[in-house]
């Protein structure tokens, strides 16, 4: 998902829905986070058709997510666990705020607010958390920019560790840019919109060096699959039938007989050579 193959994660969580047996009990943990992080890839999807103009799939790719971030945002508030709450909650704002829904948003920020311990210990991650994305609510449909400015500068102001990278910061910078153009303070909204563009980017540089050590990986798993292949699978039952053909030509066989044997000893050793070729032509390239 980080390196925003959404599709090919699509594909895993089906794989293993079909892998795992029907009948195996999840706990509240597995549920909560196996549905928030399937709903991310169905999110990061919708984003990708939105980019490619493709209003049939979008459609259908942002009811796929929400599908599965309000299920587990009903199974977290269920589990009364507040942590697994607001994670939840997280991932299902995004989702609606997508499909621009600000108010089914705000009704699920009442419900997560009414099962408490989630904004009472001011500074903590629960509590910021929450507030950024009440935050982000609240910024579609309030009538008070300089209420919800004054919000965003004290989550900014008060440093928290969520916010000091990764994506949670980069929302924060997204959220002040936009605060202060609806306050009509243009000169800070370009600065953070800097900011944030900045942000974003190292993200995607972060990204593909990651997608990157993958890829060689996988390309190192696979010329030592093709070595193997090459020096053992292939290379070893030629030898030995390179072998068998020299010492049948040495016997007492009859001259169209002898003639198929040296030809098929030539064809033996040629593929022989054509493996060690090859093989020199991997190292080289490596």
């Given at each position: 998902i980080r390196l925003g193959e959404h599709e090919?994660?699509?594909?895993?969580?089906?794989?293993?829905?079909?892998?795992?047996?029907?009948?195996?009990?999840?706990?509240?943990?597995?549920r909560v986070v196996s549905g928030v992080t399937e709903a991310e890839a169905w999110l990061?999807?919708?984003?990708?058709?939105?980019c490619a103009d493709d209003a049939t799939g979008l459609e259908s790719a942002l009811a796929?997510?929400?599908?599965?971030?309000?299920?587990?945002?009903?199974?977290?508030?269920?589990?009364?666990?507040?942590?697994?709450?607001?994670?939840?909650f997280e991932i299902l704002t995004d989702v609606l705020l997508e499909a621009d829904d600000a108010d089914g948003a705000r009704a699920w920020r009442e419900r997560v607010r009414g099962g408490g311990g989630?904004?009472?210990?001011?500074?903590?991650?629960?509590c910021v958390v929450f507030q950024l994305n009440a935050l982000k609510i609240d910024m579609r449909v309030s009538a008070d920019p300089a209420g919800d400015l004054a919000r965003v500068t004290a989550l900014e102001a008060g440093s928290h560790a969520c916010f000091q990278s990764g994506r949670r910061r980069r929302q924060l910078m997204?959220?002040?840019w936009r605060a202060?153009?609806?306050?009509?303070?243009?000169?800070?909204?370009?600065?953070?919109?800097?900011?944030?563009?900045?942000?974003?980017?190292?993200?995607?540089?972060?990204?593909?060096?990651?997608q990157l050590k993958l890829t060689q990986r996988a390309l190192q798993t696979l010329r030592g699959e093709a070595r193997h292949f090459i020096t053992d699978a292939l290379s070893t039952p030629l030898k030995a039938a390179c072998e068998?053909?020299?010492?049948?030509?040495?016997?007492?066989?009859q001259d169209a007989t002898r003639v198929k044997v040296q030809k098929a000893a030539r064809s033996t050793q040629r593929a022989l050579d054509i493996a060690a070729q090859y093989l020199n032509v991997m190292h080289a390239e490596y």
């Open positions: 090919q994660a699509i594909q895993m969580f089906e794989a293993r829905q079909c892998l795992a047996p029907a009948t195996e009990p999840a706990s509240l943990v597995e990061g999807y919708s984003r990708s058709l939105r796929q997510a929400r599908e599965l971030a309000q299920r587990a945002c009903e199974a977290a508030c269920e589990g009364g666990v507040p942590r697994l709450r607001v994670l939840a989630v904004d009472r210990q001011p500074g903590s991650w629960l997204q959220c002040l202060f153009e609806r306050c009509g303070d243009f000169r800070h909204a370009l600065s953070w919109r800097k900011r944030w563009v900045e942000a974003q980017a190292q993200a995607e540089a972060i990204s593909a060096r990651e068998r053909l020299k010492q049948v030509q040495v016997g007492e066989i």
